[in-house]
């Protein structure tokens, strides 16, 4: 099995480095049109060497597009005119119905599989990827009823060799779900990161009384704008959906200090704990 990665980040770096090492892939082929990330993951042993575009197509049997979601959507139709029937094409973006509406009419969307693995950290580039970011985390499939049941199954045989949880869901729940889930927590944590810097000025302060609470509820702050800006674009209405249920609890909270509503804010926090029966 030879596949191509394109985009050597966090998520395509991982991928390339875990399914070298467990055997699903012989050879791994990177693309990015950032020439030092190739040399960095080349120098990580994350892949075996770099090619352009058409060649990588080529010599590959998979090829996997990990480029922000807002290139997806270019460079996916451009990867299927390339390919033919016994290959196949996954994407693994965050959002998924833009990227499925840009390969919907195409003669070789059969042969694509729309893919999300759910893990990540809030470092970005080639140097943070990890072998083992997605053992035991789920992968989301969608729309696989519009994909060859062989490309299918290769797809699945991939995530299970990791080994991942897979689920299936249509596009469209996907992204109303992830951007309850995953993207408003992002958007939380840049408004916390946010609102500390303009409160404290003192960085000594922040860096001396930040206990383990602020900095796991901040640390996704410190994740790229450039992966993350194409996909609040992409999933802006299911993310403005969300967020204005999370700034109406804020408000509540808010609303309960000034009246000094212990009682109900109890309450509240209450409710909230269980969350703990979902997540442990």
């Avoid at 080639?126 to 729309?143: G, I, M, N, Q, R």
């Avoid at 699945?156 to 309850?180: C, K, R, V, W």
């Avoid at 609040?232 to 967020?243: P, T």
Wanted: proline share 4%; aromatic share 6%; with cysteine.
């Amino acid at each position: 099995m030879t596949i191509s990665i394109i985009g050597i980040g966090l998520i395509g770096g991982s991928l390339a480095i875990t399914l070298k090492e467990n055997g699903f892939a012989q050879r791994i082929i990177g693309v990015d049109v950032n020439p030092d990330n190739i040399d960095k993951a080349i120098r990580r042993r994350l892949i075996d060497e770099g090619k352009t575009l058409d060649e990588a197509i080529a010599e590959s049997d998979l090829i996997i597009v990990a480029t922000p979601v807002d290139s997806m959507t270019r460079v996916l139709p451009l990867v299927l005119d390339k390919i033919n029937a016994k290959q196949v094409v996954i994407d693994v973006g965050s959002t998924k119905t833009l990227i499925l509406e840009s390969v919907q009419d195409h003669p070789m969307r059969r042969r694509f599989v729309a893919t999300h693995p759910m893990a990540g950290t809030e470092y970005s580039g080639p140097e943070s990827a990890v072998p083992k970011l997605f053992e035991h985390k789920y992968t989301v499939l969608c729309d696989v009823e519009h994909s060859d049941p062989d490309a299918v199954q290769l797809i699945e045989s991939l995530y299970q060799s990791i080994p991942m949880n897979i689920i299936h869901f249509d596009g469209a729940s996907h992204d109303i779900h992830t951007a309850y889930v995953s993207h408003i927590s992002h958007i939380s944590s840049f408004a916390l990161a946010l609102t500390v810097l303009a409160k404290e000025k003192d960085e000594e302060r922040i860096f001396e009384l930040a206990s383990t609470g602020f900095s796991s509820t901040v640390r996704l702050a410190k994740s790229s704008p450039d992966t993350w800006i194409p996909i609040f674009r992409q999933n802006r209405d299911n993310v403005l959906d969300v967020l204005d249920e999370h700034i109406s609890q804020l408000s509540q909270f808010r609303s309960l200090l000034i009246k000094k509503d212990f009682d109900t804010f109890h309450k509240l926090i209450s409710e909230a704990n269980q969350i703990r029966k979902i997540i442990s």
